[in-house]
């Protein structure tokens, strides 16, 4: 049974907290974010998000926290939901995944960087470092999930809409989510 939720995955730097923001804003839903989940966890362990990643990948308790946390949400309804696993854990949401070459995913991310410093809480002196970062994420991920779950977090079949943002802005991506989502609960 499809159920009023939103789910959106998606690469760092491929749009998911600025869209998920926005359709909450557009819909009049709630928004939750698995990435300030594991920041939160970060920041009362007083570590940065990669080294809390790290020993993700040997302590599972925390990918399942974070995942319980998500799982929960599948309760609630005209809810949005940014995180790569969310469409897992929500499988009768409405599931969104936002395709980003990992260069370009890099550029946005340094930009923002250059306009909040203290965004992610981790330093890089340039573009190349940010892209090293996101690759390291990708092989974390994809390995912690597939432990975990043995499941490939970047496999597009398990999306009802994917968007390249390289192509669309952020209004633009929105609309096209909208139209689909009704499109979605209509059938």
């Known amino acids: 049974?499809?159920?009023?939720?939103?789910?959106?995955?998606?690469?760092?730097?491929?749009?998911?907290?600025?869209?998920?923001?926005?359709?909450?804003?557009?819909?009049?839903?709630?928004?939750?974010?698995?990435?300030?989940?594991?920041?939160?966890?970060?920041?009362?362990?007083?570590?940065?998000?990669?080294?809390?990643?790290?020993?993700?990948?040997?302590?599972?308790?925390?990918?399942?926290?974070?995942?319980?946390?998500?799982?929960?949400?599948?309760?609630e309804d005209n809810i949005i939901v940014d995180g790569r696993l969310a469409w897992y854990f929500i499988p009768n949401s409405f599931k969104v995944f936002l395709h980003l070459p990992i260069e370009i995913a890099g550029k946005r991310i340094w930009q923002d960087l250059q306009e909040n410093p203290d965004r992610t809480g981790e330093s890089f002196y340039n573009v190349n470092e940010v892209i090293a970062g996101i690759r390291n994420r990708v092989a974390s991920n994809k390995k912690r999930y597939h432990d975990l779950y043995d499941i490939d977090f970047q496999d597009l079949k398990n999306f009802d809409l994917i968007i390249d943002t390289s192509t669309t802005n952020l209004e633009q991506t929105v609309d096209q989510i909208k139209q689909s989502y009704k499109n979605w609960l209509n059938n």
Request: charged share 30%.
């Open 1 to 75: 049974m499809k159920k009023p939720i939103i789910t959106i995955a998606g690469l760092a730097g491929s749009g998911k907290s600025s869209t998920a923001k926005r359709l909450a804003t557009d819909l009049n839903y709630q928004r939750y974010s698995a990435g300030d989940f594991m920041r939160a966890m970060a920041a009362e362990k007083n570590i940065s998000l990669l080294e809390l990643q790290k020993i993700a990948e040997a302590d599972h308790s925390i990918d399942q926290e974070i995942d319980e946390r998500s799982a929960h949400l599948s309760e």
